[in-house]
């Protein structure tokens, strides 16, 4: 007899590393070269983490042989303190941060602290599909909040309040956004909060790509928006550092922490359960977050990422029938096919058949939970050389099934 795997997993999804994804590797296995557009691992495109971080790890790597408080490192926590101090956030406690392996884990450990069943969490869509996924494994309901394309991928605000209900606990905001590039105005985040506000729902402010700006664009934290509400912030290692190996996230609890005292006793709960984030890449945060930040450099007008960014873009939207929106932030790009065009079904037979024919790996828009059947996300991480080669099949692979 089969053993049954949960019921609770029935309904999850998670197709960044799914279906096509085994595909990719089964192809793999049978020799062939696969360019891989599909996830946002800065290290994989020869994008190194800052010398000093190493460093700094390599030479403590004796100090971290044994647990620590299951918040994390005082000198991590307190790099993360100062960091969110010198943007403008007030009375931050060291008790409010708290460092994860990963932001991935902070959502899990975040989302299972505070659902009971069928409690909702409005999500956006598209989104970072980890979200959605924890939110069911947590027992909850996400319930998806448009973002709208003809805007830039803001939230739609008016859709985000008609999905609230009396099940409601919070709300998700990723700022850098992946899939979509966008970064919210000043405004839309204080928008956010407003609602969040009014409606007393946890705001999760998912700002992993916080450093990740193009074109002079600012990025505005959730943190400290609000006395009224919960916020609770992350960010981490994995991109702004290009470690997303080491598996370094942390996030900082600011707001109403007195409307939350159950809450965050259930935090703390959790968080000891697993007894601490991996103390070696702890070493690290303080150097990442106080020390030179070549990730300026690298988004800077001529710098690497910003020529990739603008050499993707220029070249997806080159091609009739396809179109992006300018990426503000982030690692990627959305693009929509205009099916009336090309003999695609939806992005699911897109992207098999470019996988197949061309052997490149991009995901469908439905893997960020996007109702759409359109959508592609592409990373624009590679060299230039090897991105203007895939571009190059990309838009052949068009051409190949254009009506
Ligand atoms: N949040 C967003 C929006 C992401 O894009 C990612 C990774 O791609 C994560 C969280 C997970 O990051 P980490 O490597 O810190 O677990």
Redesign the pocket.
Known sequence: MDILKSKRLDHLKYEIRGPVYDKALALQNQGYKITSLNI?NPAAFGFETPDEIVHDIIVNIRNAQGYVDSRGLFAARKAVMQYYQNLGVKNILIEDIYIGN???EL?SLVMTALLNTDDEVLIPSPD?P?WTTVAGLAGGIAVHYNCDEAHDWAPDLVDMEAKITSKTRAIVL?NPN?PTGAVYSKETVKQVVALAAKHQLVLFA?E??DKILYDGTSHHTAAGLSDDILIITMG?L?KNYRA?GF?G?WMILTGAKHKAKSYIEGLNFLFSTRLCANVITQYGIQTALGGYQSINDLVAKEGRLNRQMNLAYERINAIDGVSAVKPKGALYLFPKIDLTKFNFEDDNHFVMSLLEEQKILVVGGQGFNFKGKDHFRIVFLPHVEQLGVALDKIALHFENYRK
């Open positions: 946002g990963g932001v991935s959502i970072y980890l990723i992946n998912d992993i790509y981490g994995s997303a598996r996230g």
